[in-house]
Every structure is written in structure tokens, then in C-alpha cells.
């Protein structure tokens, strides 16, 4: 590995790459089929991913005719490796068996262990005998949308395939690793003003963000819409916020801290609700939720910004559920993409139809969405959050952070990449963006540590 590591921090050129050996096996943090018992009968907040995730060699798969082999500069902690390195809500090797049912290529994911991840910046290595728009040396990062473009039911909106996969959670072979392996239509250009670190924790938030908020495929938020934002400086959440300011509206934004309400004012969103400080409690106990309690946090809203939120940003799940259903505004839209707190959701039924409510569901992006998220990052008109930079060697370390909601933003781990601050090409950009922007999640991030 440390030849290509050379070469792709030079900047070789692609044919230098392309004629580099490939090594028989690379260093990956992966999860294992025997430990998918390891926790059974545990909380799950004493679930623990630094004694799941594992970081060593692998085989280096075949590349099938439709992908590229990356060498991976940079990847990020999503929480879908929480979710597979304490195996809740199930299992992903269920995921990989089935996969590997599939096809003859299928057949490499179904193995004994999983690499994970669903985010990475690097190079172009080599490329399948199909890949027409990507060369080796090309500086890419990757989406998380993984389809089977012979599928016919993965055109139009390939997130309504119905063979539709996420990258590195239902597939294996994923960005935690020096190596990707990646089908063709996951590459996008890497942001030339950002370091691998910063280009590598985007794709998979901001484009699920940019779905839910600018897509028609989701709620897209129109001038002057008032858009409550649960989580606003976490993951999806730092997105999000700056996509409703980016289109005219105005985001009112929940965290948990009055260190995160500091870095939400520094991001430009002006009104900010401290749930810890406001002490709601939605649920009188675990069967029942009290409706007093979602009436204050109304209330607190319309003080703010003097109306209903014409959009909720939903993803704790179970218990904001609830919440968000009643505060959001006649007509309005809760658009929900994931529940962290519980999936089992209960909201009353007459404040949707009686006030013509809606509830969306949204799943991360299709590649023309994926894609121009990335082009807003290109143009430094959505900043990355990245928090905080970890080795690969201490990615468990890392996810547990995000499992106990310790980070703000987005957590960066370097593969390849031999210390922060490389990759960056484009100066100029960089300097007009501000490097005081471009550093906003680090600096907060360290403050409330
Ligand atoms: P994250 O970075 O950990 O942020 C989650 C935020 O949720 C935290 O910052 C926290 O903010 C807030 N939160 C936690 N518990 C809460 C509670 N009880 N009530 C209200 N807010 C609470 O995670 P993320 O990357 O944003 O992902 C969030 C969820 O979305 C995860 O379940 C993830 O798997 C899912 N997801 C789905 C998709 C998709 O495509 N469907 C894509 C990305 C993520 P405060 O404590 O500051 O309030």
C-alpha cells in the first residue's frame, strides 16, 4: 500500500497509478459475523463499537466490469456504522447474504466479515472494462447509493429501486479502509478547495439533506418557510440548517447544549431551542406522551419566529415524533429519514387530518441529487461540519462518540491520507470560502470538549 499511498499524495498521474501493482490485501475496519450475538441482552447504550469494530487485512475483492477500485485518502463515521457495529437493528450480514444471492459479482459481499463505511474522498485506482467517465488518478468522493442500473425499476428515481442499497452497510467493501470498491455511478468530482478529510464527510448527510429540503422528491423549502430542524448541529442536522438558510427560509434549530447553540449561531441560524434547557418531556412515561409538553414546544416556536413551522426535519424518531406532528403548521409537511431514538411511532392522528398535515418519508438521494450536493460543496456554498479527524486505527473510538451524541458535525478518519490538511488544490476557493467557516464545527467541536 505505501507505493500507491506515495504516488496518490504526489499526485501521480493516472497512468503511474494505473501501472502501480495492486496489493493481495488491504487494511479495512470491518465487523464479523461471529460477533453479531456479542451484545444480546445489552442496553443499547452500553453497546460498545470499539469491541466490534476491527481494523486489519482483507482480501482484495475482484473489480467487476461497472466499478473502480479508491484509494481512500479519507472516510467519516455515519451512524449507520453504529448501527452495524452494535447490530441493531439487526444483523447486516442478512444484507450481505442476500446481495450475494443475487449475482455472479453478488456472490464477493456474502462473506464472514463486513467492511463498513459509507463515505470516502480519495484516487482513482483502476477502473472495470465498462467505467467510460473515470479515470485512474481522478480525485473523487464517493455516494452511498448503491443500484442495479439494469434494473428497470431503478430509473427514473433510483431510490425507488426495488433492489436500492446503501454502500458499506447492505454492501461490503466499504470507505473505512485504505481501498473502496465502488460501482462507477457512486464516483463524483472531490471538492478541489477542501483537504480529504473535509471532501470525505459530506456525501452521505448532505446528500440525504439536500433531498429532504431542496428535492422535489422531498419537502423543499421555499422562501420565507420556517423550518424546524431537530439535531441541527449533528450530521444530517448541520445540512440541513444550512440548506434552509441557503434557499431564503428560516431555520429554528433544536440541539442539546449551549455549546451547540454557540455553533448554530456562528453557522447563521439565529434561533435555536436548548432542549436540554427548555426540559421537554413529550412521553409522561414510556407508554404515554403528553400533549402539554408538545403545546410548549409550540409555543416556544411561534415566540421565535411568530408561526408554525411550515416544515419539520424529523429523524430522532419515537420520541419527537409526536412533537413534530403537532407543531407543524396547517398544511405543513414532516419529513422524516430515520428514527434514532425508536422506530415504533405514535402521533395523534387527528392533528395530521385535521389540519392536513403530511408525513414524507425520505431516503438518502439518487445520483442526480447526490450529485448536486456535491456541486454546492464544489462551489464552497455548503460548508463541511467536520468536527474532528481520528485514525482508522481508532474508528471504534469515533463511532462510539457519535453513538452517545458527543460530536457536533461530522467525525473525519484518515485512511491513507498520512495526517491532515492534504488534498487541497484549488487556494483561492479555499481563501474566499474563509478558512474561519471552513472550521466553524472544529473549533466548537473542541471548545465544548
Ligand atoms: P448524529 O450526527 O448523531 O446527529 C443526531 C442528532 O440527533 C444529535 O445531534 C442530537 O442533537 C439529536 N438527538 C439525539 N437524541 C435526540 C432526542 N431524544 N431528541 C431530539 N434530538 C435528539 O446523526 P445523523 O448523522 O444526523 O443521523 C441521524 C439519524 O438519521 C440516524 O439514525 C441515522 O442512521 C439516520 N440517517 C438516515 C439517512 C437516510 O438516508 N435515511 C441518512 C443519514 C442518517 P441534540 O442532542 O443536540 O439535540
Known amino acids: 500500500m505505501s507505493e500507491i499511498l506515495v504516488a496518490a499524495v504526489q499526485g501521480a498521474t493516472g497512468d503511474e497509478l494505473a501501472a502501480l501493482e495492486l496489493p493481495a490485501s488491504y487494511r ?26 476491527h481494523v486489519g487485512e482483507v482480501p ?35 444484507f450481505l447474504d442476500r446481495l450475494a444471492r443475487e449475482s455472479v459479482w453478488g456472490a464477493r459481499h456474502g462473506l464472514d466479515y463486513h467492511v463498513v463505511g459509507s463515505d470516502a474522498a480519495g484516487v482513482v485506482l483502476r477502473v472495470g472494462s465498462a467505467v467510460r467517465s473515470w479515470r485512474p488518478g481522478d480525485k473523487v468522493t464517493v455516494h452511498c447509493n448503491y443500484v442495479d442500473d439494469q434494473d428497470p425499476s431503478a430509473h427514473d428515481d433510483s431510490m425507488l429501486a426495488v433492489n436500492q442499497r446503501i454502500w458499506g452497510f ?95 449561531h456562528e453557522l447563521g441560524c439565529e434561533h435555536v431551542l436548548d432542549r436540554t434547557e427548555r426540559a421537554y418531556r413529550f412521553w409522561a412515561d414510556e407508554h404515554t406522551q403528553d400533549e402539554k409538553e408538545w403545546r410548549r414546544l409550540g409555543q416556544d416556536i411561534r415566540a421565535l419566529v411568530g408561526e408554525d413551522p411550515d416544515i419539520v426535519f424529523e429523524h430522532p424518531g419515537r420520541q419527537t415524533m409526536g412533537a413534530s406532528v403537532f407543531v407543524c403548521k396547517r398544511g405543513g409537511t414532516v419529513i422524516t429519514c430515520a ?93 474566499r470560502v474563509g478558512e474561519d467557516r471552513l472550521t466553524i464545527f472544529r473549533r466548537h467541536h473542541a471548545a465544548a470538549r
Open 60 to 94: 482484495l475483492p475482484e473489480l467487476a466490469p461497472d466499478e473502480a477500485y479508491v484509494a481512500v485518502m479519507a472516510s467519516s463515521i455515519n451512524f449507520n456504522t453504529v448501527w452495524t457495529s452494535i447490530f441493531e437493528p439487526l444483523s447486516t450480514f442478512g
Open 170 to 264: 447492505e454492501t461490503n467493501f466499504g470507505g473505512l479502509a485504505d481501498v473502496a470498491v465502488v460501482k462507477a455511478n457512486q464516483l463524483m468530482p472531490k471538492p478541489a478547495h477542501l483537504t480529504w478529510e473535509e471532501a470525505a464527510v459530506n456525501a452521505l448527510c448532505n446528500s440525504t439533506a439536500y433531498r429532504m429540503l431542496v428535492s422535489s422528491n422531498g419537502a423543499p423549502v421555499t422562501q420565507g418557510d420556517r423550518v424546524l430542524v431537530w439535531g441541527a448541529t449533528g450530521g444530517l442536522g448541520s445540512f440541513a440548517v444550512q440548506y434552509v438558510l441557503n434557499g431564503g427560509g428560516t431555520p429554528v434549530g433544536v440541539v442539546s447544549s449551549a455549546a451547540r447553540v454557540a455553533l448554530l
Open 339 to 431: 428514527a434514532t431514538t425508536g422506530y415504533m411511532i405514535e402521533y395523534d392522528n387527528r392533528h395530521l387530518w385535521m389540519k392536513l398535515k403530511s408525513i414524507k418519508g425520505s431516503h438518502f438521494s439518487n445520483y442526480r441529487e447526490a450529485w448536486h450536493a456535491n456541486q454546492l460543496v464544489c462551489e464552497g456554498k455548503i460548508l463541511p461540519p467536520l468536527a474532528a479527524v481520528y485514525s482508522l486505527e481508532d474508528v471504534g473510538e469515533a463511532a462510539l462518540l457519535v453513538h452517545q451524541n458527543r460530536a457536533e458535525g461530522k467525525l473525519g478518519v484518515l485512511c491513507l491520507a498520512p495526517k491532515e490538511g492534504l488534498g487541497i488544490d484549488d487556494h483561492e476557493l479555499r481563501e
Open 28 to 53: 479495512a475496519a470491518h465487523v464479523r459475523r461471529e460477533d453479531a450475538a456479542m451484545f444480546e441482552g445489552m442496553a443499547s447504550s452500553d453497546k460498545d463499537p470499539r469491541a466490534s469494530l
